[in-house]
């Protein structure tokens, strides 16, 4: 069973006597946001939403993430939404990285803690609310969907990391496996929002390149990742975006477990 310890920000603000050398990347082909940059003053709020604020990972722009956006919020005790997201063709994904809280769909209450997952299609009416006495953090992935002619829409579901049992790649011995929430073959899904994890010295031994852009969350671990032409370390806190057809590939380090959240759009056709 992977284990529950996922990485969530902690804002405040870096001392005045921290120099400025980081790691933080941004270009053509990829970014790298490290954990270091998620402080206090690079917060958003959202409206409708009480006692919380938002770390935005990826948004849709112009040379950067197109389609889809990622925030990491962080729910105060009390606080949270009863119209969560104003855009009607937006489907969602939350994964708790920290704390739990309480998600309506459709007027059907699920308490989710670390390690929940649920998938909200664009049709939902949801709520979300933190009744705990501690502040609870969740990835928020957001997608127009696509629908199709002659396929339904998904519908809502909520499991957890725990619940799943990961794919293990072929011919890897373990060393690299797939926790998969949705079925690759359901079409009437076009993202897929799974978690990778590669054991200590596990690595993806090409340069994948590919039309799905990525959104990548370290969760646990750290890694070497090699994105377009540069080898980049990455460790649990940071995250990556990766443009369509960025060749990408990485080794593992130790001594835990190397795994992230990661987004990508699947089963329809190129827009023309």
């Known amino acids: 069973m992977p284990d529950k310890s996922y990485y969530a920000p902690a804002g405040g603000l870096p001392p005045q006597s921290q120099i400025l050398t980081d790691r933080a990347m941004f270009t053509e082909a990829y970014a790298v946001i490290p954990k270091g940059t998620m402080s206090d003053i690079v917060t958003s709020m959202l409206p409708f939403w009480e006692g919380t604020r938002a770390w935005v990972l990826s948004r849709p722009l112009s ?10 919020m962080e729910v105060a005790p009390g ?16 994964f708790v990285v920290e704390g739990g809280f309480t998600l309506t769909i459709d007027g059907q209450s699920n308490e989710l803690a670390v390690g929940g997952y649920a998938y909200i ?15 609870c953090k969740f990835h ?10 002659g396929l339904e829409q998904p519908e809502a579901f909520v499991t957890s990391d725990q619940e799943i049992t990961p794919t293990e790649m ?14 690759p073959a359901d079409m009437r899904h076009d993202m897929a929002v799974n978690i990778v994890t590669l054991q200590p010295g596990g690595v993806i031994p090409f340069a994948e390149t590919h039309v799905m852009e990525h959104g990548l969350y370290v969760l646990q671990g750290k890694a070497v990742y090699r994105l377009n032409q540069d080898w980049v370390e990455v460790e649990a806190g940071d995250y990556m975006w990766l443009r369509a057809f960025c060749p990408q590939a990485c080794y593992a380090g130790g001594p835990g477990p190397f795994r992230y959240l990661l987004y990508k759009d699947v089963n329809r056709h190129m827009k023309l």
Do not use: M
């Open 63 to 72: 040379g950067f993430a197109e389609t889809f956006s990622q925030y990491i």
């Open 79 to 94: 606080g949270g939404s009863d119209k969560p997201d104003t855009d009607p063709n937006a489907q969602a994904v939350l």
């Open 121 to 135: 299609p664009p049709s939902a009416n949801w709520t979300l609310r933190n009744n705990s006495t501690a502040p």
């Open 140 to 149: 928020w992935i957001r997608k127009a969907y696509e629908a199709v002619k």
């Open 170 to 183: 072929p011919d890897t011995d373990g060393v690299w496996a797939t926790t998969r929430f949705t079925d």
